[in-house]
């Protein structure tokens, strides 16, 4: 049984950091790309970053670029989102997610997926 778990969400003010943890379990996590989405309330799921299987490639929404930077540690079937200087319309429930070997930016390339983490970020 696949597992992702997402933790380190809360609240924060507009300039603070937060960092974000996603641990896998029951595959193998270096056969997989993993990738950071957030949705926030009436909006459509979308990308924020996606890694490679090695850390060697990463990709960044032109919205958060410059700002958060994604990494792994395959030793702990972790990935990870550090977000500095977050923004209030960085207010989203945040999920990471899981794709075989190859990263992608669309949501529906993804297998598995956690169950989200909110972060809310106020002015």
């Known amino acids: 049984q696949v597992q992702l778990v997402e933790s380190g969400g809360g609240l924060a003010q507009a300039g603070d950091s937060l960092r974000l943890s996603c641990t896998m379990s029951g595959r193998t996590f270096t056969m997989y790309a993993m990738g950071w989405f957030r949705q926030a309330p009436g909006k459509e799921r979308e990308f924020v970053a996606h890694i490679s299987w090695n850390g060697q490639s990463t990709d960044y929404a032109d919205s958060v670029k410059g700002r958060f930077t994604i990494s792994r540690d395959n030793g702990k079937g972790s990935v990870y989102l550090q977000m500095n200087n977050l923004k209030p319309e960085d207010t989203a429930a945040y999920y990471c997610?899981?794709?075989?070997?190859?990263?992608?930016?669309?949501?529906?390339?993804?297998?598995?997926w956690g169950r989200g983490t909110q972060v809310t970020v106020s002015s």
């Open positions: 997610a899981a794709k075989y070997i190859t990263p992608a930016q669309a949501a529906t390339a993804y297998d598995y």
